[in-house]
């Protein structure tokens, strides 16, 4: 069966829907290992709380900031780098951020200080904030739209596992060089891949528009009218298709400016997403999530295991990684369900799709995840066997997936423009999950695990995962009555 192809390609070979299928890889590869790389320079350090507050002469729960507003600050760079590279394009931005992202990961090892290493740590961060958003629109500006399903998991694959750093950071307290070696071996990732981006990455901003304007055919009088007349009037607009881009052309360091993006606008319109429903979903989702799965579990894991009954040693402290490996790899296998059950309901549904159909597989998800917090919260309060933390996490690492994958497809589904919504998605699961983990310690040791994990945290996962009910039944409802608001006329303006 032949494909409609779109976005509609252009025959100039520059059009980077045109290019390669090795070089769109490569850029993908790339993105993706960066997504992997960022998260995990988040969440990795999780091990070294209890060392860092021993080295600095500070309380855990301090030491533990290190982590929390360093992830705040990833979200919040969005706001800056996003309309950045909307507006200036993706191929300086990305160098940008990887040079500064590596620029403070080699701080952070020579820190000395608690302020220091705080400082670096902000810098990376912000570095790499860029990460989340920039392999989605790269995605976009490569791959036609049946292709972007498929790549778009690839990269969703390496977010997720960023978390499976704690392992590795817990094994190279044996390496010699303490916490630094850490911070050693994800610079010389990030250097790796800034030689990479800057070989590989061209720019993807690309006016296809103007690249495939019609030709207009001289009409009788014009093929009559004598040419000192063409000259002076309208010509015939004939273009030559031009040739492709050297590779030295393509290591240039200026990118695609856009005068059509307003850069300050672009900022304040994506707080515009926070009042949409379906929007509002996605970022409360990915917070929850993140601020359980990334940060409570990374902050309270090292810590339980390493005292009685449990007494591991502190290398072994980064071991509850394997939960999120189990628990993402057994969720993978389910990545194209909502498509298979968004087309099976099409089908019945005389060949008209809507956004609900792919919420169902959804179901068995918003109970388990739940469920593994509490036994995670009941396992820390009671003092059971350690295989209970690892299945407690692992179920809710599989339930995140769903989470994480399909309401950001079903958020898509619903409004297309997604880049602005990005942004507000950034923003808010970080501010999000840095309110779940800033105060965790505090909390656990005043009212216990039970009361604060199993009770608390596992009551507001389950009230937002039941929300897709609402959506499930009212959803098309909802986005009728969105779409007659001024603010989604307003959005879809945007558009163009």
Known sequence: MTIALFPVPSDDPNDPLQWSEFKKTMILIICSAYSFLANASIIGPSPYIDLWAAEFGIEPTKASELVSYPNLVFGLGSLILVP??????????????????????????????????????????FGSSVCEALPVQLVNDIFFLHERGERIGYYTVCLCLGTFASLPAGYMLSGGYSWRLFFYV?????????????????????DRKAAIAPYTPPSDSEKDSPPEQLEQGVQPTISATPARKSFVQTLSLRGRFDPDVPFFMTIARSFSYFLIP?????????????????????????????????????????????????????????????????????????????AEFRLGVMLPAMLIGPAGVVLYGLTAE????????????????WAAYFYFSFTLAYAVDCYQHNTEMLIAMNIGKQVISFGFGISVLTWVLDKGYGVVISGVFSGVLLANNLVLLVFWVFGKRIRKFMFQTRLLRSIQSRKG
């Open 84 to 125: 950045m590279y909307l507006k200036y394009g993706r191929r300086p931005v990305m160098l940008f951020s990887l040079v500064t992202f590596a620029a403070g990961l080699i701080g952070a090892s020579q820190c000395t200080t608690y302020g220091g290493l705080m400082a670096a740590r902000v810098i990376h961060c």
């Open 382 to 397: 009671k003092g059971l066997h350690w295989i209970c933390f690892f299945i407690g996490g692992a179920m809710n690492y």
């Open 278 to 354: 379906q929007s509002l979903w996605v970022i409360t989702t990915f917070g929850i999530n993140i601020g359980l799965s990334a940060l409570a579990f990374s902050y309270t894991f090292p810590i339980l295991i390493v005292s009685p009954p449990y007494n591991w040693a502190v290398t072994n402290s980064g071991l509850f990684a394997i939960a999120a490996v189990v628990g993402y790899g057994l969720a993978i296998p389910f990545t194209t369900s909502s498509d298979r059950l968004a087309a099976y309901f099409t089908k019945r549904n005389a060949g008209i799709r809507e």
């Open 186 to 206: 994800e610079f010389a990732f990030a250097m790796l891949l800034l030689i990479l981006s800057f070989l590989y990455v061209e720019e993807t901003s690309y």
